[in-house]
């Protein structure tokens, strides 16, 4: 036991206890960003029953209101009343739509996916770190050395080493259950995101569409100007 706390007490361990314990606090913060990052996604097209169209004085759609109150809904939601507000007087593509909503998605995927193996490579770069710092040790305090000559006290600094990698290997586990874990989260998120996306195309197409411009409804609106 007196063998066991001489190891831990060493300032090569204190030093990788402190690092792995950094490494996991910002494995757990990135996690926990992603996953609100994937929650919101989830529910990006959420609260469809408030989805509606206003018009103004003339009865042309000015804008498409209610949803989702989160980031991303809002910036899909702002862009198309851009184009809506930009292109009153012509007719207007649902393809347009239909890209910004994807392109939207496709940003926010990109954003998960990439910060979806940030705890494992922390985790394997605290591994890196513990390595380094016992193997440090080990030449710092003759240990090395020793263990060329074949002296038994070379134990002590093969211990150490030991219990830094043992440390070290602590963050890497955290590291492969959070990206497990987020990568199996990610899978719903993306499924839900999907399916509630294709109810706001059904939508756009049933309400929004019929609601714009068309060759018609310009024609008569320029005979009535002119």
């Known amino acids: 036991m007196q063998q066991i706390l001489d190891l831990i007490i060493q300032p090569g361990i204190i030093l990788e206890v402190i690092i792995a314990a950094i490494i996991i ?6 996690f926990r960003e992603n996953y609100q990052r994937m929650n919101d996604y989830k529910a990006i097209f959420s609260e469809s029953d408030t989805w509606d169209v206003e018009h103004d004085d003339m009865g042309q759609v000015s804008s498409i209101t209610g949803g989702a109150s989160n980031p991303f809904f809002r910036d899909i939601k702002d862009t198309i009343n851009k184009y809506i507000a930009g292109n009153a007087n012509s007719v207007m593509d649902f393809q347009i739509f239909k890209d910004t909503v994807d392109r939207q998605c496709d940003s926010i995927e990109n954003q ?8 494992l490579y922390l985790g394997l770069a605290g591994s890196m770190i513990g390595i380094i710092i ?26 150490s080493l030991l219990l830094a990698v043992a440390v070290a290997m602590c963050a890497s ?10 990568t199996n989260a990610y899978k ?39």
């Open 25 to 30: 606090y910002y494995q757990i913060k990135a």
């Open 112 to 119: 998960i996916e990439s910060q979806t193996p940030v705890p």
């Open 134 to 159: 016992g193997l440090v040790s080990l030449i710092l305090d003759g240990s090395f050395s020793q263990l060329l000559s074949g002296n038994n006290q070379s134990l002590v600094g093969i211990g």
């Open 173 to 182: 586990l955290i590291g492969i259950l959070l990206t497990v874990w987020t």
């Open 188 to 226: 719903k998120s993306r499924s839900k995101a999907e399916q509630l996306k294709n109810q706001l195309m059904s939508w756009m197409q049933a309400t929004l569409v019929p609601a714009l411009p068309n060759d018609i409804s310009m024609a008569m609106t320029q005979l009535v100007s002119d």
